[in-house]
Each structure stands twice: as C-alpha cells, then as structure tokens.
C-alpha cells in the first residue's frame, strides 16, 4: 500500500509545511504500511518555549502527508505517541484505502508566506464561518477579529515585543544563529532564514548584518532604532482583511501538533480562495513565555510583555482560558512574497536508524 514511491513524495509534501524559523523539525521514517514522524532535536530553536513552535510545525508537516495521501487513494490516520522521547516516534500515521481525494492537495505547493502589505479589504463572513468549520476537526480552535481598531492595537502589541528579540541576548544569539548570510551558509544547513526571506531591504541587509555583533547591536539597541524597525515591520498587522488566533487546549506536544494541523488546513483553504497569510509567532510565544519560563527574560522585559495580556484578551476574550498557538494575518494582496527555496532534501529527513536502534 505504501511503497518507497508514495513514501518519498509524501514527504516532500510534509517538508513544504511551514515551520518557525523555517527550521524545519521534523523527520521521517517508513514502517511497513506507516510513515513516523520524529522530532529532529537539532533543529529545535534555544528558546522555544516548551517546544511549542516545533510541534505546531510538525503538525503543519503532518496535515500536508494527510492531504497528499488523498491523491494516491489513501486515507491516513494520524495516531500520537504518549511519550516524546528523541529516540521515539511523536506521531505514526497509518493509512487505508481511500474513497475520495482532498482538494487541497494542489496548493500545498502553492502555499507561502506573504510579507507584502495587504489590502483593506475584509474577508467575506461566509469564507471566515468556512475557516472556522475546518478547525472542528481539530483538537484546537480559533478566534477572529476584522476591527480595524484590534488591528491598531495589535500591531501596537507586536512592535513592543518584537523588538526584545534584538535587545534579549539569548533571543538575538538564537536568531543570529539561524539567519544565513551567504550562499556558503544555506548550502551548508539548508534551514533556517535569510535577510531576503524577511523582506528586509537589499540596501538594508549590510546594515542588518552587522547587528550580529553584540557590541553594535546594544549601539543601534540604545539608539531605538531595533524598535523602529519593530514598528515598520509590525505597523502591516493594521491593513488586512482579518486577524485570526489559532490556540491550543493544551501545553503538551499534542495540543501544539493538533493546533498546527488546524493552522495549516486553513492556510491550504485561505490559499485555495485567494487569500494571502502572514504568520506572527511573537505574541504567543511570549506571552506563554512569561508564564511558563519568566526566568528566562529580563524584569524590564516581563513587565513590558505583562501589559499585553489584558488588551490581548480584550480581542481575543473567547480565548482566555485556551492557550496561544499562532497568530495569522489573513487577507488580500496585490503582491506575493518570493518564496523560500531553503529546504532540507529528501534525504536529510528521512530518519536514519543504527544497528543498535531497529
């Protein structure tokens, strides 16, 4: 049923999912008629809080195998493992004789982030209660806003956060590590991103690149300008056609898998109907951050970040008592973003066991 054909390009699907950072966390390895689904440990982002932004990845990468299995006649049945040891499946996905294809299949390669600005344009309520009714499938839910006053206040919110990436030392070695400078860089990993991929401007990229070394980042830090920088990026959050919250019932490895397959069902179906999306992660991860790992931040960092809990529940109230997976900006563009060709080959995600671990 599943033969090395189907196999390899089943996962060429999965590894078009999106993931944080594009650090693509993800392994595989076939089993007789079942693909399991690792966590590649390497890949894993310092200070991913609980693993959060792994899992939601891997979900995405699961939700495109279950997609494109329809295509080759199968129906897959996704089973998750009690325990997230390294040397262990998270997931196995099992698969039975299908009846009917998915139509969503065709735009998992079409499927891309969109950082160009939107239009004003709202989303038709018809296509929102759509999007709504793919997450019951899921053991996740979501939670829209189309107010042009929630998406001010949004962006507000994210552009006094994202700015702490740059300013937190942990945060800035992380994302230092995972941009790639040179062609050298992405031949050498394949994941993790470039200036390009970011849409920083081309004569802004030297200068970005020098915010590497500490000495000159507290510089630029202490001049304001990384919170500049912050708004520029975050003032786009005020044109869409609808911001969405995607949350988990849960802090474990499940919630966040099952949170990040709803995430990538709606972003296959946005896509199918001319939507453009944008994922932020800033919010989420920080605000599980201060809760979960507060230590982990200065005090002047926390405070910052705690006056954002309130107005971010007063959009989102629905929300409160869930957990937050991932915020979309969904909406119109005139424009698309180029999309990222730095991808892990087949070969690099296909687990690979010794003698000693059959």
């Known amino acids: 049923m599943l033969n090395d054909t189907i196999f390899n390009e089943l996962i060429r699907k999965a590894a ?5 950072d594009n650090m693509q966390p993800w392994e595989f390895r076939k089993r007789n008629d079942t693909i399991e689904v690792y966590h590649a440990v390497s890949r894993t982002l310092p200070n991913d809080v609980m693993n959060m932004f792994t899992w939601i990845s891997i979900g995405a990468a699961i939700q495109n195998i279950v ?4 295509e080759y006649d199968l129906d897959a049945c996704v089973n998750y493992a009690s325990s997230n040891e390294k040397l262990n499946p998270i997931a196995i996905i099992s698969f039975n004789k299908g009846k009917e294809k998915l139509s969503l299949a065709e735009y998992i390669n079409l499927r891309s982030t969109n950082r160009k600005p939107f239009t004003n344009a709202q989303i038709a309520a018809d296509v929102i209660e759509t999007l709504n009714q793919l997450v019951q499938s899921f053991n996740a839910n979501i939670h829209w806003t189309t107010s042009a006053t929630d998406f001010g ?15 937190h030392k942990p945060l800035h070695d992380e994302l230092f590590s995972i941009l790639r400078f040179t062609s050298k860089d992405i031949e050498k990993t394949c994941f993790g991103l470039t200036f390009e991929s970011l849409g ?12 590497k070394y500490w000495s000159v980042n507290q510089i630029v830090s202490n001049m304001g300008i990384g919170r500049l ?3 520029q990026l975050s003032d786009k959050l005020k044109a869409t056609g609808g911001i ?22 709606i972003w296959l179906t946005a896509t199918a109907v001319g939507l453009s999306v944008q994922p932020y992660g800033v919010l989420p991860q920080y605000l599980t951050k201060i809760k979960v ?19 971010f529940y007063e959009i989102f109230p629905q929300a409160a008592s869930e957990f937050p997976a991932i915020v979309l900006r969904v909406g119109y563009a005139d424009k698309q973003s180029a999309r990222s060709d730095i991808r892990l080959g087949i070969n690099q995600i296909i687990k690979i066991f010794d003698s000693n671990n059959k």
Request: aromatic share 8%.
């Open 244 to 265: 969405c919250l995607i949350t988990a019932t849960g802090q474990n490895n499940v919630s966040y898998m099952e949170a990040g397959r709803a995430m990538e069902q």
């Open 67 to 70: 997609i494109a299995a329809s």
């Open 200 to 211: 920083v401007p081309k004569y802004a990229v030297l200068f970005a690149k020098l915010l």
């Open 293 to 311: 790992e507060p230590e982990t931040f200065l005090p002047k960092y926390i405070t910052a970040l705690e006056k954002h809990i309130k107005p």
């Open 153 to 167: 206040r949004l962006a507000y919110m994210d552009a006094h956060s994202s700015y702490i990436r740059l300013e």
């Open 16 to 20: 078009l999912a999106p993931s944080a």
């Open 229 to 231: 920088v912050a708004k």
